[in-house]
């Protein structure tokens, strides 16, 4: 095709030559026409540059990174005679690469140059691609003659992003002191952390976490296409500290002949606490009771949103039962009791939710379709009642420390991915 090329070319100057004499005498006219029909015949005869070939990344591969270089083998044919002149027209072509998700969304995303036979070009994309998309590209070629040629459509997908598969917790709202379960599972990521305080994770496991005030868990998976994150919130309830039980405490008795023979303030388990020595008479009982602390100039305690009363205690050998109570705004009192069984001789927590408490029928107040306020909580109460019925009553002592309230809480909170 080449030897053909120059031999037209040859012919075609030998004509030229020959027509320069006619075209000083038959003048400008005839001259321009001769020289279009040359340019003409020399635009036919010229070759175009080859189809851009062999692509890189190849046909259908995947995995591609987001920001890949894209290669392939292109050029277009020589000719010498038009080279030693400096018009060969595949000396300089403009490639135009395409990109797109499909066919419609192709643009061309860079262009690069080349002329020298055949020869690998590359262009780099600078804008990222999105990760676990498939995409087509094209490469166009153009030489000077403007002559084009296309290469075929080729396909690649790049690596997606991490997959969080499940991140999740085995309760959404607990107590100070309590564990949470965190669990996971990542998938297509080159590692995983738990923040805060946890740091690099497996990709699947479970851990048990105390957390001391509300927190939201991220957990953060990567690899080279990007980072995927999935959060988990815990709240942490403090529980409402409602007296130290270091003092200020008084004496209530039932007036039939029970005592309270000391009251004071002892060695808690923390700080200190209130010490109670009685004597009952049989069936009587003492106790001690405090007004609540005021709250905005209310002269009363908001309890509502918490579900019930705790508090740590010890005591004597004696089986006398302990009772809570607490006075609202109406003057209703209700309480709860524990039996002489659940006191100790060493700390031990008690609680009880509002739902067991019951209206005390205390003189003066009544429990007819009485209803606790929890909202305006006016004074609280232990009592010791006499539960050993023997004829000259019973005697002992119990220490009472850090009366509190508390919040129940039940269920699962799962985490988004």
């Not at 591609?64 to 060969?88: H, N």
């Not at 990109?99 to 643009?107: F, K, P, S, V, Y």
């Not at 296309?150 to 396909?155: K, P, R």
């Not at 305006?376 to 420390?401: K, R």
């Amino acid at each position: 095709m080449t030897d053909l090329f120059e031999a037209l070319f040859e012919a075609l100057m030998s004509v030229a030559e020959r027509v320069d004499g006619f075209l000083q005498k038959s003048g400008a006219k005839v001259g321009l026409l001769a020289l279009l029909a040359a340019m003409l015949l020399i635009y036919a005869l010229a070759p175009g540059p080859y189809e851009p070939e062999t692509p890189c990344p190849m046909d259908n591969t995947s995995s591609i990174g987001l920001a890949p270089p894209l290669w392939w083998v292109g050029g277009g044919p020589r000719t010498p005679v038009m080279s030693s002149m400096g018009l060969d027209p595949n000396s300089r072509i403009r490639y135009d690469v395409l990109l797109g998700a499909n066919d419609e969304d192709m643009q061309v995303v860079g262009t690069t140059r080349g002329g020298r036979g055949r020869e690998n070009l590359h262009l780099n994309i600078t804008t990222p691609l999105a990760p676990g998309t498939v995409y087509i590209w094209q490469v166009r070629a153009e030489n000077s003659l403007k002559k084009r040629s296309e290469s075929e459509i080729w396909t690649f997908s790049t690596r997606a992003l991490p997959e969080i598969e499940y991140f999740q917790a085995n309760r959404s709202v607990m107590d100070l002191g309590e564990s949470v379960t965190l669990s996971w599972s990542v998938a297509n990521a080159k590692d995983a952390e738990i923040e805060p305080g946890m740091g690099e994770v497996p990709l699947r496991g479970e851990l048990s976490l105390a957390p001391h005030d509300n927190v939201t868990y991220t957990l953060t998976a990567r690899n080279f296409a990007g980072v995927e994150k999935a959060t988990v919130d815990v709240a942490v309830f403090q529980p409402q500290l409602i007296d130290s039980m270091a003092g200020g405490w008084s004496t209530y008795e039932d007036g039939k002949g029970s005592h309270v023979q000391d009251i004071r303030a002892v060695a808690g388990v923390e700080d200190n606490a209130t010490r109670i020595s009685y004597d009952l008479i049989s069936g009587g009982w003492i106790g001690i009771t405090k007004t609540a602390s005021r709250r905005g100039g209310s002269g009363s305690l908001n309890l509502a949103g918490t579900d019930g009363l705790s508090f740590v205690c010890r005591g004597s050998e004696s089986v006398n039962a302990l009772e809570i109570w607490l006075r609202d705004v109406n003057g209703t009192i209700f309480g709860c009791s524990w039996d002489g069984s659940a006191i100790s001789q060493d700390w031990a927590g008690q609680e009880a939710g509002f739902e067991e408490f019951d209206c005390i029928e205390v003189e003066g107040t009544g429990c007819k379709d009485a209803a606790i306020n929890l909202a305006n909580v006016t004074a609280f109460y232990f009592i010791v009642a006499d539960h050993e019925n023997q004829d000259l009553g019973s005697s002992g002592w119990i220490v009472i420390d850090d009366l509190e309230a508390f919040h129940q809480n039940e269920g699962l909170a799962e985490g988004s991915g």
